[in-house]
């Protein structure tokens, strides 16, 4: 018994004098539980952002788009003359509804010609575009109500007959970004491309970590001593096995009739910088930390979380500010914007310029990080090389 007790006092201090274990075991739960806390703190979705466009511009639409602004679940972000740009506008604000108020509104109110009012929604994300679409019903139901009541009142209408009979005017939903109506052209994609990103880490992870602990780093510096050429032949393989996963995920996307097409070249850029971006952080960690082990905790830590943080289908702007700076410190968080937009919203390439070039950052910042680490630890050993020479 004495030495079971030992062994089992002897595995507490193995587990105390490891620092990333340690900090990983006791750090990682509290680090999730604050983390994916502060994702979902509000329990709710306000302030979605929606554009109006009102094309009456009379006392009767502006009481609408008042109305529109008093509701919590929603924020008015822009209000256009027209139509024209309207969905590019939409874009940008990130709104997942557009509100026609056509021409002629008030009149046809008041003619009772039953002007209709028309909701275009983004059903891409059917979270946001829910909340957002029954926020902006409810203020059509109330102003419908409101403004029969009140005319069947002025005719003598007794109140309770009044409030069964209103309808001075017609919403028309158009539900917009439904792929046959399947939730799987939203969920599969957005899941795989973070396994991607996941499996990218966890082999970079080893790259240089794998060459200090077998103690081949010196035969690597005397075979390659210039610290980017170095890092090109780290990189280089994983980049080029990217695409045996992007052809396998292009299988499961003929195996289950998901037909996304259009955009080819932009996604392809978009994901060259996103593999260049992952690459930057996997290869830094792993020059970084001399260890397999630690290295690949590390990165575990960095990607578990992504998807969750990435806005994919819980909106950044509901996260506290410090949860949306880490989140933008993620590859993925900026991949899955330009799949969403590309794909699912069919943007201009316009919109992707922002995601591209966020993710060309971290990888020029990583890259040239793990490239003046990787000089210093160059010269290092070749020092070390030439006294053992002498």
């Not at 009767?60 to 509701?71: H, Q």
């Not at 996941?198 to 610290?227: C, D, S």
């Not at 995920?249 to 996304?260: D, T």
């Not at 792993?286 to 990435?310: D, G, R, W, Y």
Request: aromatic content about 12%.
């Amino acid at each position: 018994m004495k030495k079971f007790i030992h062994l089992i006092n002897r595995e507490f201090r193995l587990f105390f004098s490891n620092n990333v274990l340690r900090l990983l075991f006791i750090g990682a739960p509290i680090l999730y539980g604050v983390l994916i806390g502060a994702v979902y703190q509000k329990g709710k979705i306000t302030d979605l952002p929606i554009i109006v466009v009102d094309q009456d511009q009379s006392p009767m639409s502006v009481k609408f788009i008042d109305m529109l602004e008093e509701t919590e679940s929603i924020e008015v972000a822009a209000v256009l003359p027209s139509l024209n740009d309207a969905e590019n506008k939409a874009i940008d604000e990130e709104a997942t509804v557009i509100v026609n108020l056509p021409n002629g509104f008030t009149s046809g109110i008041q003619q009772n010609r039953l002007p209709e009012i028309t909701i275009f929604v983004d059903a891409s994300n059917t979270l946001t575009s829910n909340t957002a679409l029954m926020a902006v019903n409810g203020v059509a139901m109330t102003m419908k109500a409101g403004i029969q009541i009140e005319s069947q009142l002025k005719k003598g209408v007794p109140e309770y007959i009044a409030a069964q009979n209103y309808e001075p005017f017609k919403t028309t939903i158009i539900k917009q970004s439904i792929r046959s109506g399947n939730y799987l052209y939203f969920m599969l994609p957005g899941v795989l491309l973070t396994v991607f990103q996941q499996v990218l880490l966890l082999g970079l992870a080893l790259t240089f970590a794998a060459e200090y602990e077998n103690g081949t780093f010196k035969e690597l510096v005397r075979k390659m001593p210039n610290p980017f050429g170095m890092l090109a032949v780290k990189i280089i393989p994983y980049m080029l096995m990217s695409i045996g996963i992007l052809l396998l995920y292009y299988g499961f996307s003929k195996y289950y009739n998901m037909i996304i097409g259009g955009a080819f070249w932009a996604f392809s850029l978009s994901t060259f910088v996103f593999i260049l971006a992952v690459c930057g952080i996997g290869v830094l960690v792993s020059i970084v930390l001399p260890n397999q082990l630690k290295a690949t905790e590390v990165l575990m830590v960095v990607a578990t979380p992504s998807f969750i943080l990435s806005g994919f289908t819980w909106p950044l702007s509901q996260m506290p500010a410090w949860v949306q700076f880490i989140a933008e410190l993620i590859p993925l968080t900026h991949y899955l914007k330009t799949f969403r937009l590309l794909y699912l919203n069919h943007a201009e390439i316009s919109h992707i310029y922002g995601p591209v070039i966020a993710m060309a950052i971290i990888a020029l910042v990583c890259l040239s990080l793990s490239a003046v680490i990787l000089y210093f630890k160059i010269r290092k050993t070749k020092i070390a090389l030439e006294e053992n020479a002498l």
